[in-house]
C-alpha cells in the first residue's frame, strides 16, 4: 500500500499559476483514461467552491461521454 497523498488537478493548477484573483480566466479540467478516451472530469464540490471563490470566468470539464460541458 502506499502513502502518497494527492492533489486535485484543479488545486495543483491554481497553485503552478500563483496568481489569487483568477478573473478573467477560463479553467478545462480534462481526464484521459487508460483507454487513451477523455472521461469524466467533473469538479468535486470542494474544488467547484474553490474555482468560484478565485473568481474563474469559465470552469469547463468532459461528461461520462467526453463531451464537454460549461459549468
Known amino acids: 500500500m502506499s502513502n502518497q497523498i494527492g492533489v486535485h488537478s484543479e488545486m495543483d493548477a491554481i497553485i503552478k499559476l500563483g496568481i489569487s484573483d483568477c478573473s478573467g480566466l477560463t479553467i478545462i479540467n480534462t481526464r484521459i483514461n487508460r483507454n487513451n478516451k477523455i472521461d469524466f472530469s467533473k469538479p468535486c464540490r470542494g474544488c467547484t467552491d474553490m474555482l ?4 474563474f470566468k469559465n470552469i469547463f470539464y468532459a461528461d461520462a461521454t467526453g463531451t464537454f460541458c460549461k459549468y
Open 52 to 55: 468560484h471563490r478565485l473568481n
